[in-house]
T-cell receptor
Framework: SQQGEEDPQALSIQEGENATMNCSYK?????LQWYRQNSGRGLVHLIL?????REKHSGRLRVTLDTSKKSSSLLITASRAADTASYFC??????????FGKGTRLHILP | EAEVAQSPRYKITEKSQAVAFWCDPI?????LYWYRQILGQGPELLVQ????????DSQLPKDRFSAERLKGVDSTLKIQPAELGDSAMYLC??????????????FGPGTRLTVT
């Protein structure tokens, strides 16, 4: 079963534009994480936001978390061709287990 | 930078055959996970180890799948017999472990299994 649900399922934008992906979930969480997966490869951890945090930044990434709405967003600013990948949100409890959503496929157009 | 190692990267097998995957986590990581990822979906947890003990194998099809982490370091996932529906990417991940306050998981490159 998958708790997180990303929106949109697919997104194509021009290089240099900002990309925003959203994640909604159903039950209470300890943390929410975002991962990137390049085609046919393993996942790479991008950023973790804890349930008592509202916003977090890492380089060109900005993540927000609204626990009252059970939603999170990932913003990638000034997109590059190398950002083309699938992005997954994963909700975590206190037991070191995380549950992944189905992902957003991001395609950066040259 | 330390990485999670997996082998083989690709495996093609006929249905009803046995297949095994190996994973070596980042040194010192107590928790090890095996995931299955079907094309176009997110990874789904099959089994979670804390050191050599199974923490969660509720989604592991135990009639045909088995997993072990005998010395609490590397791990093997086995499928016997393989079925057509087992075709997927099998991902291994590790994390520092319970109670250490770090929840990030580090993934290996995965094994792409094709059952014919």
């Amino acid at each position: 079963s998958q708790q997180g649900e990303e929106d949109p399922q697919a997104l194509s934008i021009q290089e240099g534009e900002n990309a925003t992906m959203n994640c909604s979930y159903k039950t209470s969480i300890n943390n929410l994480q975002w991962y990137r997966q390049n085609s046919g490869r393993g996942l790479v951890h991008l950023i973790l936001i804890r349930s008592n945090e509202r916003e977090k930044h890492s380089g060109r990434l900005r993540v927000t978390l609204d626990t009252s709405k059970k939603s999170s967003s990932l913003l990638i600013t000034a997109s590059r061709a190398a950002d083309t990948a699938s992005y997954f949100c994963a909700t975590g409890g206190r037991d070191d287990k995380i549950i992944f959503g189905k992902g957003t496929r991001l395609h950066i157009l040259p | 930078e330390a990485e999670v190692a997996q082998s083989p990267r690709y495996k093609i097998t006929e249905k009803s055959q046995a297949v095994a995957f190996w994973c070596d986590p980042i040194s010192g990581h107590a928790t090890l996970y095996w995931y299955r990822q079907i094309l176009g979906q997110g990874p789904e947890l099959l089994v979670q180890f804390q050191d050599e003990s199974v923490v969660d194998d509720s989604q592991l099809p135990k009639d045909r799948f088995s997993a072990e982490r005998l010395k609490g370091v590397d791990s093997t996932l086995k499928i016997q017999p393989a079925e057509l529906g087992d075709s997927a990417m099998y991902l291994c991940a590790s994390s520092q472990g319970l109670g250490r306050g770090s929840y990030e998981q580090y993934f290996g490159p995965g094994t792409r299994l094709t059952v014919t």
